[in-house]
């Protein structure tokens, strides 16, 4: 059986490995648009931008364990253009790769900022190579706008203050990331940033982005304002890297174009499964919720998964996974266990900040600051389904202990 993995990813990569643990002999293709070794991108917003962070962005594996110990042959450096679920062809620039199964494994792209392309000093975070232009930056003192109080823009925020340089960040929402965990946690994420001297502008749009002999000079807002800037990072979001699939046949999502799949990550054509940040997947811990997510732990077990359902899809069983996240700010680690998606937040310690999130009778969302060892109970609680009060009486007792 020939295994096409496309995009070398962090899912992608891990299906290499779990399709060889599952004992798969046969030819495994490994297809990237970077000319990159998989590496990690969490780090890329975090670890890597400290001032004493590592120097250079490492792959998980060097070329030697992917072709020697893992038998991969590796096409890098270019992306795949077609998939042909008739002829089962992947076609990769001039070439054609012939597959019995293919887990896509494409991830998402950064929406791109109207005006910007060509300009020196305008970046978007997703790459190695993005996080070397922008580390480069901060280490020769730029002024700093980031625009989008997200949780990546917000961690270049923290990156640059650490330096001591002066950081704006600019959010067209009332409060960051209001609408993801809610409105009392987006308040402690504005009171963090303006703690720690950040100029945190909300409720204010980007009307353009200035430059002066194709380099930025700074971020025009809406209310007429104009913000100097030496560097300039947009996190506005990102789109699933699906336009190569369209008129395959493989099932898109109608809103921003994400792998439709069922909870085995098949996607309903023969033999093509997806992972990752790429992949809506329905949930049946959270009612059957339609989810994609763009998270480590996520990107690391679908990708496993999907290469052994593609392998035997006999044996194929459903994930019920509690989605996990973490996020580094000003010292500080926020974390995220479960789904927004609820009827109910509420706050049950301010001190360090512990909010949990209610839908029914049952606990499906928990979010800390600075609680590695408490988030991780509540981790539990919600994969067993459980009960709300009993998680209301459980934080009181953590919080008085």
Sequence with gaps: MDLVVVGASLAGLRAVESARRAGHTGPITLIGAEPHLPYDRPPLSKAFLDTD???????????ADLRDELGVRLLLGTPAQTLDPVACEVSVGRRTIPYDAVIIATGASPRPFPGTSGIAGVHQLRTADDAVAIRSALDNGARTVVV??????????????????????VEAASLPLSRSIGVDAGTVCADLHRANGTDLRLGVGVAAIESADGRVTGVRLDD?????????????????????????????????GGVLCDETLWTGVPGVYAAGDVAHVPNPLFDGDLMRLEHWTNA?????????????????????????????????????????????????????????????????????????????????????RGDWSEALAFSAREGAA
């Design 224 to 256: 007429g304002t104009v913000l100097d800037a030496d560097l300039v990072v947009v996190g506005t979001g990102v789109a699933p890297a699906t336009g190569w699939l369209r008129g395959s046949g493989v099932p898109l999502h109608e809103r921003d």
């Design 300 to 384: 690391a077990e679908q990708g496993a998964a999907a290469a052994r359902h593609a392998l035997d899809p006999a044996s194929a069983r459903g994930l019920a996974p509690v989605p996990y996240f973490w996020s580094d700010w000003y010292g500080h680690r926020i974390q995220f266990v479960g789904t927004p998606d609820c009827d109910e937040v509420r706050v049950v310690d301010t001190d360090t900040f512990t909010a949990l999130y209610r839908r029914g009778d049952r606990i499906v969302g928990a979010l800390t600051v600075d609680r590695p060892r408490e988030v991780m109970k509540f981790r539990k609680r919600i994969a067993g």
């Design 53 to 63: 962070g590592p120097t250079e962005v490492r792959p998980f594996r060097d070329e």
């Design 148 to 169: 989008g109080a997200g949780f990546i823009g917000s961690e270049v925020a923290s990156a640059a203050r650490a330096r001591g340089h002066e950081v704006t960040v």
